[in-house]
């Protein structure tokens, strides 16, 4: 009898275990991916006007809103799982036509994406479509959509556009022909016109320097604002169109992606006259934190405000924060203290307010905020347990933005002044499974070298006191990424909350790990001492992780598993390859396994043969380093035209596990990018992914075939 209440407890776990079938799931992976995930939301700088795009398990269309009812309809009416994305949305000055862009971008070799493998192939186009409703008009192949402002109610709208690096313009209506605007060398890109629109603002980027060039339409000539050595960029004009403000970054060659930079040369903002050309420096970052430039979200790093002021972020503090400085130049005030991240920011219409989201007094959701372009009271706009982004500032204080929470997916919405928000299509979740979804929990836990980390824990619905489950970590990609306690605010990582969701609906608990070098904590977390290709210390997230889920009384040990995809797909090769005992199965998407191949992707005329040291500690800090000690089995999915992490990563895995013996499978998308185009690509990658640790962790039947 004490033999066999010894073996009580183990017992009762494996009944337990076999006990929760995949028929006890009450939600299906189509259903949390049922939603349609909202992007690219505009407004119009004059009219109480918006414009946003709608993915709708695979089909995108555009959806428009007016006040002051703002009641959302669909405008373009494409259809199928075609995987042809839609961007650069702009409307005209007086409403009437909104300007976008559908198909995606080129790759290296001039490919434009074809997930579905059309034999006839794809292409990017710039279309117009009257925003009252009609058949929507391809204007020319090309992208970035600048729209020349048209206050004189003349006859013809114009916009200018790029095409192979190339600045083009063509008149929205039909029979317009598109022709070349100039010629100039290296790649055109940030189309700005002037408000007069006489001249056209834009930075030729040549390598290792950048220009801020302006080419007067009436003169048709070109000319460089102030050229230096140095990376020119955010051209931004002032209301009298004879000034223009720049930002300029000094070059960084020695400095390679995906290693820290806390420190740099400083950066500055200048201001130049136009008819001159001649620019000087208005205010310059101080030496130390916030010497190297970072970015919001936003259609310019430069704005301007109302007294003449200039709008820009900092990270001064570590943290990236808003301040403006007058035109004329004298000391940056700070408008957004504290200990936060700025993310998405837009100006109000009469430019005396800055309208912005954060994580202020909310570290892993974002909220909105307003605050006076010259400093003042910082104003909560939205709060509470929701997450809300891309705020659009219309007139009379009415803001519209996108938002969801820990159950209801992203969706477009608007409030207004008198605190009425309004849902722009309220009836796209009427059928969504939101009440059959868990409200993740925040946690704090350590790494292994004893680093605060942060992560959002996901426990099954029906865990019963005294189980023990198979638990999942997941790490998200960039690494400039954070995962929030609510359904994210990029397409990827919103299906990847679902997926989470899935993952907890079928009994696993689940961990997604906020490790080192994401963003939301500041710069010395983003700019982790050793984080990446110069010694992989995010392996203490991984295995910090993995420890805590061990410690739990409700987490089975011997079965976690752990998945994510591009950076997230790094650190699960990484964490399977560094700590097989540890990690039973793992499902890599698209992941990084040799940093030299991947840093040569984004840095071009990296070599590693002439930064020997360098290449050396960027493959110590690979998995392909530690593939003799790999034992676990995974999962390997990638799309093979994959513009951010080479299909060859997986290739070359794939041959080193085989020479291991290591179980592996795979699901390959031909012609698929990074980011899946296709809907029903997700949904199978995901089912596998499901499928996968179902019979890794929960121990059912092993698959049919493998390596």
């Known amino acids: 009898m004490r033999a066999l209440g010894s073996r009580l407890p183990f017992i009762l776990t494996v009944f337990l275990l076999l006990s929760f079938s995949k028929t006890e799931a009450q939600v299906t992976v189509e259903e949390l991916l049922s939603s349609p995930f909202p992007g690219n939301l505009v407004g119009h700088n004059l009219l109480p006007l918006v414009a946003w795009v709608q993915n709708d398990q695979g089909t995108r269309n555009i959806w428009v809103a007016e006040g002051p009812d ?13 995987g042809q994305e839609i961007g650069g949305l702009g409307f005209t000055t007086d409403g009437e036509t909104l300007v976008f862009v559908r198909g995606g971008g080129a790759n290296r070799q001039g490919e434009i994406p074809n997930p579905t493998s059309d034999p006839e192939g794809a292409s990017q186009g710039i279309w117009a479509i009257p925003v009252s409703g009609g058949e929507p008009v391809h204007l020319a192949d090309g992208n970035q959509p600048s729209i020349a402002p048209n206050d004189s109610g003349a006859s013809e709208d114009r916009i200018a556009f790029l095409r192979r690096g190339q600045v083009w313009t063509v008149a929205l209506h039909e029979d317009s022909t598109a022709r070349q605007m100039f010629t100039i060398r290296g790649r055109a890109g940030d189309l ?8 056209l603002a834009f930075v030729s980027n040549r390598g290792d320097h950048s220009f801020v060039g302006v080419f007067s339409v009436t003169e048709n000539s070109v000319r460089y604002i102030q050229p230096s ?43 130049a006259d136009i008819r001159s050309g001649e620019g000087h420096m208005i205010w310059r970052a101080d030496e130390g934190p916030g010497s190297a430039f970072r970015g919001v979200a936003a259609g310019g790093q430069l704005n301007w405000g109302a007294g003449d002021r200039l709008i820009f972020p900092w990270e001064k503090t570590g943290w990236t924060l808003l301040y403006s400085v007058r035109a004329s130049g004298g000391p940056a005030t700070l408008l957004t203290p504290g200990e936060f991240e700025v993310e998405h920011m837009t100006l109000t219409p009469d430019h005396r307010e800055i ?18 372009v010259g400093g003042g009271r910082v104003e909560a706009v939205t709060s509470g347990s929701g997450i809300e982004w891309n705020p659009v500032s219309l007139q009379n204080g009415t803001v519209a933005f996108l938002a969801s929470d820990a159950k209801i997916p992203a969706h477009a919405t608007v409030l207004e002044p008198t605190g009425r928000r309004t849902a722009l299509t309220p009836g796209a979740l009427n059928d969504f499974p939101s009440d059959q979804l868990v409200e993740p929990e925040q946690i704090v836990f350590s790494g292994a070298d004893g680093m605060q980390i942060r992560g959002q824990l996901f426990l099954p619905a029906d865990l019963r006191r005294g189980e023990r489950r198979p638990a999942v970590l997941f790490f998200h990609g960039g690494s400039r990424r954070q995962m929030l306690l609510g359904w994210h605010y990029l397409g990827y990582y919103h299906n990847a909350y679902a997926m989470n969701q899935y993952l907890a609906s079928r009994g696993y608990i689940v961990l997604s790990v906020n490790y080192r070098s994401g963003i939301g904590y500041g710069l010395n977390f983003r700019e982790a001492i050793n984080y990446g290709a110069r010694g992989a210390s995010e392996f203490n997230d991984v295995l910090g992780a993995g420890l ?16 994510g995809g591009s950076y997230g797909g790094y650190l699960t090769a990484l964490g399977l390859a560094r700590a097989s005992d540890l990690f039973a199965a793992g499902v890599d998407f698209h992941g990084v396994h040799d940093w030299n191949v991947v840093i040569r992707n984004f840095a071009g005329d990296y070599d590693p043969t002439a930064r020997a040291e360098h290449a050396r500690l960027a493959f110590e800090s690979s998995p392909m380093a530690d593939i003799d000690t ?40 031909p012609d698929e990018v990074h980011g899946f185009l296709l809907h029903r690509n997700w949904l199978a990658a995901y089912s596998a992914t499901a499928d996968f640790f179902d019979r890794k962790l929960w121990g059912r039947e092993r698959a049919n075939g493998g390596n």
């Open 229 to 271: 050595v140095d990376r020119d960029q955010s051209p931004m004009w002032f209301p009298d169109g004879e000034r223009i403000g720049f930002v300029r970054i000094p070059n960084r060659r020695s400095i390679l992606p995906f290693m820290p930079v806390r420190e740099a040369l400083p950066w500055s903002i200048w201001v």
């Open 548 to 563: 805590y889920l061990q410690s739990r009384s409700d987490v089975d040990p011997d079965r976690i598993g752990l998945w």
């Open 355 to 372: 309208v912005y989201s954060s994580n202020q007094d909310d570290i892993d959701r974002r909220h909105l905020w307003r605050v006076p």
């Open 70 to 82: 703002f009641e959302g309809r669909q405008l373009t009416h494409f259809e199928g799982d075609d």
């Open 192 to 199: 700005q016109w002037s408000p007069d629109a006489e001249r």
């Open 630 to 669: 790999w034992r676990s089995p995974v999962l390997l999915i990638h799309g093979d035209d994959d513009r951010n992490v080479p299909f060859s990563e997986s290739v070359d895995l794939a041959e080193s596990l085989r020479n291991q013996g290591v179980y592996f499978e795979q699901l390959i998308f």
